[in-house]
């Protein structure tokens, strides 16, 4: 699948379960409690947002293996260079980023920053905020240079808002494995499948067989639209009061 979709069903993903996240008290007050000294045990609105578009921007990070992505070219030689890195220890395109082992690794991994470092939290947060900007179009064609600066600039930006809202990161880890997770589940639905039970080889797709072919006119003029829609549905619900 496409960057976008990826990233719009990594929003949906994350709009979907986030209200139960309110039940899960270590994913929310630890953080709160850290960074407030208030005890609150729910998601403020800031964090639905937050979390939308960084679990958005997670759902890329499985395609950090393949070096001539656009996604890859986020932050122009930064992403460029941590994606040749990826693909050489991932063993290329569609391997050990598209399995259930990356997704856990990853969620772990963010947890751990989360809590033990925050200059590493912060650093993650900001690269997926870049994915996902990058993923669902921000930037100017043609124009790698000036589209990097566009994509730094609106991070920084939504890094800062964020930070001024209040938000808390202890439910990172968990985000970050239901985008990875969410990315291979897409691909499964693609004809070339993933391998899912790395380092298992064998390439799984779902089994209805959807067979998507990446970058087709299904994908882009439907399903893109669909999920949109979809996304700015979840919204509404989840930040407007009933």
Not at 23 to 35: H, I, N, R, W
């Amino acid at each position: 699948m496409m960057g976008h979709t990826h990233a719009l069903t990594g929003a949906i993903a994350w709009l979907g379960v986030a209200p139960g996240l309110a039940a899960l008290p270590l994913l929310t007050e630890t953080s709160k409690f850290m960074e407030t000294g208030v005890m609150v045990n729910a998601l403020n609105p800031a964090e639905f947002v937050a979390g939308a578009i960084i679990c958005a921007g997670a759902a890329m990070l499985p395609d950090l293996d393949h070096p001539s992505a656009t996604i890859a070219q986020t932050f122009g030689p930064v992403t460029w260079g941590l994606s040749k890195a990826v693909s050489w220890l991932a063993g290329g395109h569609r391997n050990a980023t598209h399995s259930l082992v990356f997704a856990a690794a990853m969620g772990f991994g963010a947890h751990y920053l989360a809590g033990a470092y925050p200059i590493g939290r912060d650093i993650l947060v900001v690269l997926l905020i870049g994915l996902a900007l990058r993923a669902i179009g921000i930037g100017i064609p043609g124009k790698k240079f000036a589209s990097a600066m566009l994509n730094v600039g609106m991070t920084a930006g939504l890094f800062v808002v964020f930070r001024s809202d209040g938000v808390g990161y202890a439910w990172l880890g968990l985000a970050v494995a239901i985008g990875c997770l969410t990315h291979v589940v897409g691909d499964c639905c693609t004809e070339k499948g993933c391998p899912v039970l790395w380092p298992m080889r064998q390439k799984w797709l779902l089994p209805w067989k959807i067979g998507i072919k990446t970058g087709r006119a299904f994908e882009q003029k439907f399903l893109a639209p669909v999920l949109s829609v979809i996304v700015l549905g979840l919204l509404y619900l989840r930040l407007v009061p009933q």
